[in-house]
T-cell receptor
Framework: SQQGEEDPQALSIQEGENATMNCSYK?????LQWYRQNSGRGLVHLIL?????REKHSGRLRVTLDTSKKSSSLLITASRAADTASYFC??????????FGSGTQLTVLP | ETGVTQTPRHLVMGMTNKKSLKCEQH?????MYWYKQSAKKPLELMFV???????ENNSVPSRFSPECPNSSHLFLHLHTLQPEDSALYLC???????????????FGPGTRLTVL
């Protein structure tokens, strides 16, 4: 069953602005991960946040996790045209399986 | 480069053809995965191999047949496919999360498959 749901489905911003994407999930998790995918390419792992963590940073990325609301957000600060891509959250609960959401298509306009 | 390669990158086949997709990982991982990505749908996990043993098969039709001869190589054999099987097929690898770690997966670039 589908676990993660990203919101919004599409987001268009100007270069330099911040982009925020949200992910909601249904069942308990061990960790939540964010991936990026350029058009027609493979996914690239961005960041992992464990269920006992509330916030994590990596460069211009900031991820938050609220297990009580079963939600996470990904913030990209000072966006660049090269950030244009689809962003997916994936939850890890069982031993081997990641369950992905449908993704947010981010377009950063120069 | 993620350390995971896939060949071919593009494949067009007829419904009666037999073809194989190949995936190779150079990361020393011991778990490998096949995913299907169709337009406007979430990634669908097809198969999981851990230590060369198939550990998950998510109700995939038998016209898809995986093979994992060693921990670095993974194949997906295709035969008698349907047009609805046209999609991007992605291979990924990770350390088996049963051995610790968070199951961060590293993906190949995918094979864009078109079934006529």
């Amino acid at each position: 069953s589908q676990q993660g749901e990203e919101d919004p489905q599409a987001l268009s911003i100007q270069e330099g602005e911040n982009a925020t994407m949200n992910c909601s999930y249904k069942t308990s998790i061990n960790n939540l991960q964010w991936y990026r995918q350029n058009s027609g390419r493979g996914l690239v792992h961005l960041i992992l946040i464990r269920s006992n963590e509330r916030e994590k940073h990596s460069g211009r990325l900031r991820v938050t996790l609220d297990t009580s609301k079963k939600s996470s957000s990904l913030l990209i600060t000072a966006s660049r045209a090269a950030d244009t891509a689809s962003y997916f959250c994936a939850t890890s609960g069982s031993a081997r399986q990641l369950t992905f959401g449908s993704g947010t298509q981010l377009t950063v306009l120069p | 480069e993620t350390g995971v390669t896939q060949t071919p990158r593009h494949l067009v086949m007829g419904m009666t053809n037999k073809k194989s997709l190949k995936c190779e990982q150079h990361l020393g991982h011991n778990a490998m995965y096949w995913y299907k990505q169709s337009a406007k749908k979430p990634l669908e996990l097809m198969f999981v191999y851990s230590l060369e043993e198939r550990v998950e098969n998510n109700s995939v039709p038998s016209r898809f047949s995986p093979e994992c001869p060693n921990s670095s190589h993974l194949f997906l054999h295709l035969h008698t496919l349907q047009p609805e099987d046209s999609a991007l097929y992605l291979c990924a690898s990770s350390q088996d999360p049963r051995q610790g770690g968070g199951n961060e997966q590293f993906f190949g670039p995918g094979t864009r498959l078109t079934v006529l």
